[in-house]
């Protein structure tokens, strides 16, 4: 079992800059990999970005390269999402998971296990 709980939402101007923290608990943080991901209302919840669990391979959507940076502490269990530069179309309740393999394809939510219960960022034009 893992235990997800994301936090740093809220909201901000377009432009600015946002840290999400995910907080993980139950197995081991460093033995599997690690994703973000967001759905905006009436719309399918996509990938963000991922992260294998040795912090070394990153991975992320097109429409946040070079604004988003994905990240993790092993040693506090806790993996981040740094957004700077945030348009309003970010807007959108953000979620973290875990894929305990740390080897299927990143950017599909079906191959993730567990799920936090997401966090709101809203961006204002």
């Known amino acids: 079992q893992v235990q997800l709980v994301e936090s740093g939402g809220g909201l901000v101007q377009a432009g600015g800059s946002l840290r999400l923290s995910c907080a993980a608990s139950?197995?081991?943080?460093?033995?599997?990999?690690m994703g973000w991901f967001r759905q905006a209302p009436g719309k399918e919840r996509e990938f963000v970005a991922s992260?294998?669990?040795?912090?070394?391979?990153?991975y992320y959507a097109d429409s946040v390269k070079g604004r988003f940076t994905i990240s993790r502490d092993n040693a506090k269990n806790t993996g981040y999402l740094q957004m700077n530069s945030l348009k309003p179309e970010d807007t959108a309740v953000y979620y973290c998971?875990?894929?305990?393999?740390?080897?299927?394809?990143?950017?599909?939510?079906?191959?993730?296990?567990?799920w936090g219960q997401g966090t709101q960022v809203t961006v204002s034009s």
């Open positions: 139950g197995r081991t943080f460093s033995d599997y990999a």
């Open positions: 998971a875990a894929d305990l393999t740390d080897w299927r394809t990143a950017a599909s939510p079906l191959n993730y296990d567990y």
């Open positions: 992260i294998r669990r040795s912090g070394i391979s990153t």
